[in-house]
């Protein structure tokens, strides 16, 4: 995927919203701003499938070597698959971090927490500040 | 002033650097009102002989383990503690460094950490310990903490009557505050009561907390409530005596989730209370749930092996509000001390160590109860404690009967059993000796007069 | 002369058949087999797999070990907020006296007398110092006491039927305020700081209401200075009905100058090990007495130390207590020696100590600080947190640069990037026994090292055993034990 096609949370999480069929599907993961802030990655904590979040709880946790950041997500509604394999290959976070970098899938209940957040180019203008 | 070395002279020149007039206005920042205007009302200045000569003098007032015979234990215990532990562990280079923050120049006690986490694991047979917390209590407790952040099951924390009475006290204490409810399994002839277990244990229940051997040093039949615990998904706890493993079966073996320990047997003086050792051990998968420090291998420049702390962002100087637990210190002298001593042991001398509390504690049971007096209060079998049924019920006065004989013959159980108020409790360390035995038996058939003292 | 090939693990100079302790034979029972004693079921099929050693060998190993770290009896240690003073020999000898070191935690009262005496007077000499009459001595570290002290005030407001769940804390506090706080049940806050170190007021005001449990505050403060709104934020917390509690890590500052209960605190904890001088053995062990006001007195853990005239005895009649927070009845070991050491003092000489350590402080931050800028201004109390903020920006020398140049210079580092609050933070804490000579030393080193170049500061230090030890893969794939090779 593109960070263009994305949509960012202040906190650096992206969400890219399928909508084929009738559900929306947000894949979301975090920024290669995020991945290269947080430096070397040493552990992952993924969601459980079928948890149900609300935007901006916490889905998840990431951690350095001496700091822990927590994934916020950007959605509402339910967890239906998370990227098992991603915790023991963190490295694709640095390669890859808007396509196999994706963290979770979340099925979306309530569009309303979407019109909250950024397109990329307003993304990067908060990086930059 | 023994400790400082500033003159008068360097006084003055250090205010006449820093620009100020004198010591007093460093102090300015702290307002007035706030100032103590008069001097501490505490005892006045000793010097190092007055000092030693007043503490002969207060610890004179104490009888000690080296002046009555120790037959007390309930999770103290009066062990043998060889010569270079003490010589080792005094090194000032052990004892005057702080928390290993420095890898460089601290590889010394992060490889001793190291190693008595490998230690402790071969102990116990179980997957990862950590670099110890402070007692067996706290050790408890946070076993507790961690099983149900694991299990992620805030209902119920199920614990045997027959775990030691303050550990009990000391989760109850933690878990004030939560909704977790603290069901206390009693026991039946002093192990605990299986079908009672297999009541209480469902699944909202995130641990069952047992000890083997237990306060009454009876054997817990582990296995079976392991087995029940992990049928409904909760984990299990076992308190262990680490001066058993040279001989019993390890909480590994056992089923164990999390063992937990007072490591004080392990080298470590009695000192009324501590400071001690808590030794917290775990399976693999609750690495990044254990509380308090871990030290890990990795390479240096040149992949030279070494060591660090590792898995930080655990504790609460990362995370905060969010850590496994509020812990910063671990026991890093006492842990050392464990590890000397466990290196000196072996697995000989652990094996050798277990077979003489089983044995003198047997025959010091045999030969107390041969007096129509006293009676075992219960049958299972023990390891190196059993308690001793009076019928006459008169404990307190036979105990201290048997102090001013010369021993400290046991613990009046009457305290945490009410209904176990004819009972005392008595440790048997290797330490003992038969003749030692031999007269805590006649002292309490009240053949041995009152002035004789006894010790070997 | 450094042993460096002495850094084999105990598993690998292992060889069957050695052993370090032989102890003796069994004279009893000693023809029983032992399945006669223990049930087979119980039984271990095989001793635990520990290394075998002769104790020429634990000694050797042990002592070569020892020579890696450093240590206040070899090394100026400024480590900021640990408080790295002398340990006295005398403590340490005199608590290993048998009347203290072989004393069982359940032997009777009357055979504890002398020692009670002296745990008596303790709780009377730390009521006086901090001018909080009611004392627990039973927490085993200054964590460990913030927690009971939490414990307490959450049973006071229960009695009082008040239901209050928030703890406040300012950013720069420990992290074990915050956890501790979760720990007790509360919901743990974070105050923030002013720029120059102080509670931020206004935004403290914003949390004065009546879930307010406690507000948590070191003073001294982290960055070494007494926060001068200290009636303030008694007046308004107070006024909310929380109660303040005083972290004891800075006590080194202040003894017999002013006194926590003076300035509206409620409960705090000492850190004995670090004030009085206990020592710090690797990272523990500590103690963590914790002293409150009358009120609160009814809460705090049993039992305590009770007097009848001339006996003294354990105090376990305390119906409102919180219970228990260890097992037995203290760090006693620890504060035996943080008695023997504030006995050695006396009134006049502890407020020495916290004169000189002051003293000392000051004017090491009035050498460095044209170099180190320091925030919060000309004056500490007993530390300082300098930055190398300017140095980073100019020289790209950064606070850990100078951290591990240090160690080749042979001090220890003072605390590095605490508190959050100020950037390249350079915590430092000489204590009252460094004498000037050592200060201007550590001075001219620090200078020293600004002048030697970025890049090659990025290697240091290049003089330690070991050197950039690689904390990413200890934290990817952990190695907590020794295994066997296959």
């Known amino acids: 995927m593109k960070p263009e096609d994305l949509f960012f949370l202040e906190t650096h999480e992206w969400v890219h919203v399928d909508s084929n069929g009738g559900a929306k599907i947000g894949t979301i993961g975090i920024s290669a701003f995020a991945v290269e802030q947080l430096t070397d990655l040493v552990f992952m904590e993924l969601p459980k499938v079928g948890a149900k979040i609300s935007a901006g709880d916490e889905l998840g946790e990431v951690e350095s070597v001496k700091a822990v950041s927590p994934i916020y997500s950007p959605v509402s509604g339910e967890v239906i698959e998370v990227n098992k394999d991603l915790p023991n290959k963190l490295e694709i976070l640095n390669s890859d971090p808007y396509g196999q970098g994706w963290i979770a899938k979340i099925k979306i209940t309530d569009e309303g927490s979407l019109d909250k957040l950024m397109d990329y180019k307003a993304y990067q203008k908060q990086c930059a500040s | ?186 026991h039946e002839d002093g192990t605990t009561d299986l079908k009672q277990l297999q009541k209480a244990v469902d699944d909202k229940t995130s641990c069952v907390v047992i000890q083997h051997p237990n306060f009454f040093g009876c054997l817990e039949d582990v296995e079976t409530v392991a087995k029940l615990a992990h049928k409904n998904g909760a984990l299990l706890v076992q308190a262990f005596d680490p001066t058993s493993l040279g001989i019993l079966k390890n909480p590994g073996q056992l089923g164990a989730d999390i063992a937990i320990a007072e490591g004080q047997c392990l080298g470590n003086p009695m000192a009324y209370g501590g400071p001690y050792l808590g030794i917290l051990a775990a399976r693999e998968q609750f690495i990044r749930r254990m509380p308090g420090r871990i030290a890990g291998q990795t390479v240096g420049d040149g992949g030279k092996r070494c060591w660090v702390l590792t898995l930080q962002t655990r504790e609460q100087h990362i995370r905060r509000d969010k850590a496994t637990s509020n812990i910063c210190t671990n026991q890093g002298l006492f842990a050392l001390r464990a590890s000397i001593y466990l290196a000196l042991m072996g697995p000989s001398g652990m094996q050798r160590l277990g077979e003489l509390c089983a044995r003198k504690s047997n025959y010091a049971a045999a030969q107390l109860t041969a007096n129509t007096r006293f009676e075992r209060a219960f049958d299972a079998p023990f390891f190196k404690e059993f308690v001793v049924r009076d019928s006459t019920g008169k404990v307190s006065q036979l105990l201290r009967q048997c102090e001013d004989a010369g021993f400290f013959a046991g613990i009046a159980l009457e305290r945490w059993y009410p209904d176990l108020a004819d009972c005392f409790l008595v440790a048997v360390t290797e330490k003992r000796t038969r003749a030692e035995i031999d007269s805590l038996v006649n002292s309490m058939a009240g053949t041995s007069r009152k002035t004789e003292k006894v010790h070997a | 002369m450094r042993n460096r090939l002495a850094t084999k693990l105990l598993s690998e100079l292992s060889k069957p058949g050695r052993q370090g302790v032989r102890l003796p034979d069994p004279d009893v029972l000693a023809k029983e087999s032992l399945e006669d004693l223990i049930p087979r079921e119980f039984l271990a099929d095989a001793p635990p797999p520990l290394p075998e050693l002769a104790e020429p060998d634990v000694i050797r190993h042990y002592t070569n070990l020892s020579t890696l770290n450093m240590s206040i009896d070899t090394h100026f240690y400024p480590l900021g907020s640990c408080t790295m003073k002398y340990n006295p020999k005398r403590n340490e000898r005199i608590a290993a006296f048998p009347g203290v ?25 730390l009521a006086e110092i901090s001018g909080l009459p009611a004392v627990s001595l039973q927490p085993a570290a200054g964590a460990h006491g913030e927690f009971t002290a939490l414990l307490t005030a959450a049973a006071y407001f229960r009695d009082k039927g008040m239901k209050r769940t928030k703890v406040l804390a300012p950013d720069s506090a420990h992290g074990t305020n915050p956890a501790s706080a979760m720990m007790a049940g509360f919901d743990a806050v974070t105050i923030k700081s002013t720029p120059d170190g102080q509670v931020d007021l206004n935004h403290l005001k914003t949390e004065l209401d009546d879930h307010l449990a406690v507000f948590m505050i070191t003073n001294p403060n982290t960055l070494g200075m007494f926060d001068r709104q200290m009636g303030e934020i008694a007046k308004l917390v107070h006024g909310a009905g929380g109660l303040i509690y005083l972290d004891g890590a800075n006590m080194n500052a202040i003894l017999g100058i002013t006194r926590p209960g003076d300035f509206g605190v409620d409960m705090m904890h000492f850190n004995p090990h670090k004030t009085f001088s206990g020592p710090h053995g690797g990272g523990g062990p500590g103690a963590g007495p914790i002293c409150v006001t009358q009120a609160l007195g009814p809460y705090l853990p049993s039992p305590i130390i009770a007097k009848d005239g001339d006996q003294y005895r354990l105090d376990y009649d305390r119906p409102k207590s919180i219970g228990r927070v260890r097992s037995f009845f203290a760090n006693t070991g620890v504060l035996v020696r943080a008695y023997c050491y504030i006995r050695t003092h006396g009134p006049d000489g502890l407020k020495r100590v916290s004169e000189q350590a002051v003293l000392n402080a000051n004017y090491l931050l009035n050498r460095v600080k044209h170099i180190f800028p320091v925030p919060q201004g000309d004056r500490c109390m007993h530390e300082f947190v300098a930055s190398a903020a300017t140095l980073k920006k100019e020289k790209g020398i950064s606070a850990m640069d100078i951290a591990k140049r240090l160690l080749d210079y042979g001090f220890h580092a003072p605390t590095v990037y605490f508190p959050l609050t100020v950037p390249e933070a350079l915590m430092i804490e000489p204590t009252e026994t460094e004498s000037k000579e050592t200060l201007d030393a550590f001075a001219e080193t620090l200078f020293r090292i600004t002048d030697e170049s970025a890049e090659s500061l990025h290697a240091a230090p290049t003089s330690t055993i070991i050197r950039r030890p690689n904390e990413v893969q200890a934290a990817r794939q952990p190695i907590v034990k020794w295994t066997k090779p296959d």
Do not use: W
């Not at chain 2, 650097?17 to 205007?37: M, N, Y």
């Open chain 2, 1 to 186: 002033m023994p400790y400082t070395f500033n003159t008068p002279d360097d006084v003055e020149a250090m205010l006449q650097a820093i620009g100020a007039a004198s010591v007093d206005e460093l102090f300015q920042q702290i307002p007035d009102t706030f100032r103590l205007k008069r001097p501490l009302k505490i005892g006045p200045a000793l010097g190092e002989l007055e000092l030693t000569q007043h503490m002969t003098r207060l610890s004179a007032k104490n009888s000690h383990a080296g002046q009555k015979v120790c037959f007390l234990g309930g999770g103290c215990y009066d062990h043998f503690i060889p010569a270079a532990v003490d010589t080792l562990a005094s090194r000032g280079e052990f004892y005057t460094s702080y928390t290993p923050y420095q890898p460089e120049v601290s590889q010394g006690n992060l490889q001793a950490i190291f190693e008595y986490q490998s230690m402790i694991c071969e102990l116990t047979g179980m997957d990862v310990s950590n670099a110890s917390l402070y007692d067996g209590g706290s050790a408890t407790v946070e076993a507790v903490l961690m099983s149900i952040a694991a299990t992620t099951r805030h209902g119920k924390v199920v614990v045997c009557q027959s775990v030691h009475p303050e550990y009990r006290q000391v989760v109850e204490t933690y878990l004030e505050n939560f909704e977790t409810e603290v069901v206390t399994i009693r």
């Open chain 3, 101 to 125: 070191a072989e004393l069982h935690p359940y032997q009777s009262e009357r055979s504890l007398q002398g020692l009670f005496a002296l745990l008596f007077e303790m709780q009377e000499i």
